[in-house]
């Protein structure tokens, strides 16, 4: 499928740049080479599958994509949310066991 853009030329001499074209935000971003709908199939199997699973499902279903780009779309996604959210609570074991092992709390 191609996709067909007007271009229209400055005719002002001392602009830099000579040629523009409409920019059609709601389909790609600038200078993307896939459409918003591929972009979302790539993300939601990515991230319910993961890199190297989400490759093979995709290439089964016709959009041959390497684990690096889908990986990439995952972190693309995340950097545009921005930190909207931070960490309040971390989890972290209580106290580590090593085998046979318990801390003095939990024998008594």
Same mark, same amino acid.
């Not at 990515?46 to 016709?62: A, D, M, Q, S, T």
């Given at each position: 499928m191609k996709l067909c853009l007007q271009c229209w030329l400055c005719r002002n001499e001392a602009c830099e740049r000579k040629t523009f074209t409409a920019q059609l935000s709601e389909v790609a971003v600038p200078r993307? /080479?896939?459409?918003?709908?591929?972009?979302?199939?790539?993300? !939601? !199997?990515?991230? @319910?599958?993961?890199? /190297? *699973? @989400?490759?093979? !499902?995709?290439? /089964?279903?016709?959009? *041959? &994509?390497?684990?690096? &780009?889908i990986l990439r779309c995952l972190k693309r996604r995340v950097k545009a949310r921005g930190s909207e959210e931070t960490a309040r609570v971390v989890g972290v074991e209580d106290w580590a066991w090593r085998e046979g092992t318990r801390p003095a709390e939990a024998r008594g």
């Amino acid at each position: 499928m191609k996709l067909c853009l007007q271009c229209w030329l400055c005719r002002n001499e001392a602009c830099e740049r000579k040629t523009f074209t409409a920019q059609l935000s709601e389909v790609a971003v600038p200078r993307a /080479r896939r459409t918003e709908r591929p972009t979302e199939i790539i993300y !939601l !199997l990515g991230h @319910g599958v993961g890199g /190297r *699973p @989400g490759e093979c !499902l995709i290439k /089964r279903i016709g959009m *041959p &994509t390497s684990d690096d &780009t889908i990986l990439r779309c995952l972190k693309r996604r995340v950097k545009a949310r921005g930190s909207e959210e931070t960490a309040r609570v971390v989890g972290v074991e209580d106290w580590a066991w090593r085998e046979g092992t318990r801390p003095a709390e939990a024998r008594g």
